[in-house]
Nanobody
Framework: VQLQASGGGLVQAGGSLRLSCAASRRTLSNYVMGWFRQTPGREREFLAG????????WYEDPVLGRFTISRDSAENTLYLQMNNLKLEDTATYYC????????????????WGQGTLVTVSS
């Protein structure tokens, strides 16, 4: 599976942005997909994950209620809808794939897309 993230850009605080992650594999039903972000000098931070088959999702507290992870199986694409963006959301965002549900760190995520930069301005 190859992952291609896109959709980053510059947005004002309080605004919204939707990230996409296109997957090359035709069938993702056995995978769990997730979104992470990273700022310089810090470890990559888990944000949200979703089981492809059931759409069962889980989130980290900093984004719970503001970000929504979803997927479109017909398009083989993962999304992250980000609302009410804050300055501290500025980071490079990454999508990832795993065979394990419920992971909350980088460990166990086998495949990574390239990052897409999100900059939130005041």
């Amino acid at each position: 599976v190859q992952l291609q993230a896109s959709g980053g850009g510059l947005v004002q605080a309080g605004g919204s942005l939707r990230l996409s992650c296109a997957a090359s594999r035709r069938t993702l039903s056995n995978y769990v997909m997730g979104w992470f972000r990273q700022t310089p000098g810090r470890e990559r931070e888990f944000l949200a994950g979703i089981r492809w088959r059931s759409e069962s999702a889980w989130y980290e507290d900093p984004v719970l209620g503001r970000f929504t992870i979803s997927r479109d199986s017909a398009e083989n694409t993962l999304y992250l809808q980000m609302n009410n963006l804050k300055l501290e959301d500025t980071a490079t965002y990454y999508c990832a794939a795993s065979k394990t549900y419920g992971l909350r760190s980088m460990k166990g995520w086998d495949l990574w897309g390239q990052g897409t930069l999100v900059t939130v301005s005041s």
